[in-house]
Each structure stands twice: as structure tokens, then as C-alpha cells.
């Protein structure tokens, strides 16, 4: 599964179920789906996952804001029952603006939270227990919370691409899901950083899953002014604008790969030069239907190369 895809989430489910077959036929080996205020992620990914057998299926990513170890192990722990060893749970800091203003807690302390959120966590994925007291959030079993066929243990990944996320990911988490992080972030900054903490923590080494915004196109130009106008909403938060520019870009579009079947290729292939063990494109459809299926064409030949 070493290439992917995100799939939009404005579709309905049998539409979703559709774009998830037809990625899986051209070779890909995984779809990914973001959690925002609409579809529950896990759900949509565990009905995808069973209606495409073969195809891996994962979140990214959920936000540790709102949400509590127990719930996220049960929703993990249940897309893994349903698609038979094949989901990838992928946790996310969240944002202050769109926590205060969705929930209305405080986003405060994020990366206190992401280590005891993947403290409780993580035994609860392993042996369907935990007994976790901490500052921020307490987590125990009074029930069991094993569920039957959920095996192996749902890998955990983050959304990580700041030293101190990449610090704890390292140390608990089983990899990372770096967005608009181009190849020198992730070769100079991302890559190291993460791969030393899990070294000094005993694990092993994290999987580092790139998401690229990526088209095929023969109307590169067309294709690029759409990326710079929806991409640009990234480009509100700090965590995004740092990482853009350690990227040496001052765009969000700039990051995209955008082009012939070579110029998109060639950039892959830099992303796994870099330190990439996956590459999932995002954005496909932000040229044509036609486009896209270009797009998940090349993906599928390279996923073998």
C-alpha cells in the first residue's frame, strides 16, 4: 500500500464506496477520508473497507479535541473488525479556530493531550484495557473493551510536523501523516526528527505516510489556479505556514504536483527519496473526472516501481 488516495467527503456513500473501487482498480492500496463536521471517518471508513475487500482504509486524521481514548478505541477497534485487519486510525491535533468555535473547550495544551490521549490509547488498541490517570484526561475498563476481530492492533498514526508532535508520535505513535510537508521538510526536518525519537524510545521505525495535493492534467495551468484558491485555506494556520515554508514554498499550491505523468512521477519519487514510506494524494478532483483517472492510473504503476 504504498500509494493512496483522500477521498472527498461531499459525495454520498454509494457514490464514496464507487470512487473507493475504482481507486483500488487502478492499483492504489489505500483511501484515506478527513474528519471534519460531517461523516463520522471511522464509520465511512469501515463501510468502504468491507464493500472493497483488499483495500486499506484509514482516518486522517481525528482530532484529539472533543473526542475521548475509549470512543476512538471502540470506532478504531470496530473498522478494524469490519475490514478484516485493514484500517490505519489517524489522530490530529485540530486547530484553535475550529476547536473553540466547534466544541467550545480551549484549545490548550495540545501536546500534553496528544501524549496522554495516546497513552490511554494505545493498550486499549492492544489488549482492550487501560487504566490511565493523567492531567489533562483519566481513562479506565470497569467493561472490557476488546472487540472480537479486531486484529491485528489498529496501527496509530499522527498528523504530526512540529518537533514536539514528532517528539511524542516517535515514542508512541506507529507513524506520522505529514500534509504540504514537501521533500526538504521532510528529509531536513520531519524525517530526522521523528526517526530519532523513535529510536531513543525502542520502537520501531515510524511509517511515514505524505499526503500531497496531486492532478495529472494536460491543463496544468487551469488546474494550478483552482489549487491555489482552495488549498489557500490552509495557509490561515501557523502549523501549515511554518511547515510551507520549511518546504521552501510560499504557497500552499506551490506544493502540489501538478502535470504530465513524468512531472507527477518525478515528484513522487522525491517524496520517497525524502523519507516518504507512502505517498497518498490528495485533491484529485480538482481537475476533470478525466484528469483523475489519469491520476490514479500513474499512482497504481507507481505503487509497484
Same mark, same amino acid.
Given at each position: @500500500? ?24 487502478? =492499483? ?29 482504509? =484509514?482516518?486522517?486524521?481525528? #482530532? ?58 494505545? #493498550?486499549?488498541?492492544?489488549? =482492550? ?31 504530526? @510536523? ?50 500531497? #495535493? ?92
Amino acid at each position: @500500500m504504498t500509494t493512496g488516495a483522500a477521498l472527498p467527503l461531499h459525495n454520498g456513500i454509494d457514490a464514496t464506496v464507487q470512487l473507493a473501487r475504482e481507486a483500488h482498480e487502478a =492499483g492504489l492500496g489505500s483511501a484515506w477520508f478527513g474528519q471534519t463536521f460531517t461523516y463520522d471517518s471511522p464509520s465511512l471508513a469501515a463501510i468502504v473497507g468491507r464493500e472493497v475487500p483488499g483495500l486499506h482504509v =484509514g482516518t486522517a486524521a481525528i #482530532p484529539v479535541f472533543g473526542r475521548h481514548p475509549l470512543v476512538v478505541s471502540s470506532q478504531a477497534q470496530t473498522a478494524q473488525a469490519a475490514t478484516a485487519g485493514r484500517y490505519h486510525l489517524g489522530l490530529a491535533l485540530g486547530t484553535k479556530q475550529l476547536t473553540e468555535a466547534g466544541f467550545g473547550i480551549p484549545h490548550d495544551r495540545p501536546i500534553r493531550l496528544l501524549r496522554e490521549f495516546l497513552t490511554a490509547l494505545r #493498550p486499549l488498541l492492544e489488549t =482492550g484495557s487501560t487504566d490511565f490517570r493523567g492531567e489533562l484526561l483519566s481513562a479506565g475498563t470497569p467493561l472490557p473493551a476488546a472487540v472480537p476481530g479486531a486484529e491485528p492492533p489498529v496501527p496509530v498514526l499522527v498528523a504530526a @510536523m512540529g518537533p514536539q508532535a514528532l517528539r511524542v508520535s516517535g515514542e508512541l505513535a506507529d507513524g506520522i501523516l505529514p500534509y504540504l510537508a514537501g521533500p526538504r521538510a521532510l528529509a531536513e526536518h520531519i524525517v530526522p526528527a521523528v526517526h530519532a525519537a523513535a529510536e531513543a524510545a525502542g520502537r520501531p521505525a515510524p511509517r511515514i505516510v505524505a499526503f500531497v #495535493p496531486g492532478v495529472v492534467t494536460a491543463d496544468a495551468e487551469a488546474v494550478r489556479r483552482t489549487a491555489t484558491e482552495t488549498l489557500a485555506f490552509y495557509e490561515r494556520f501557523p502549523s501549515y505556514q511554518r511547515v510551507i515554508e520549511l518546504s521552501g514554498a510560499t504557497r500552499a499550491a506551490d506544493l502540489a504536483l501538478i502535470g504530465d505523468e513524468e512531472t507527477v512521477a518525478a515528484g513522487v519519487r522525491r517524496y520517497r527519496e525524502a523519507g516518504a514510506t507512502e505517498v497518498v494524494f490528495t485533491a484529485t478532483d480538482l481537475g476533470s473526472d478525466a484528469d483523475r483517472h489519469c491520476t490514479w492510473k500513474l499512482l497504481g504503476e507507481l505503487a509497484t516501481d
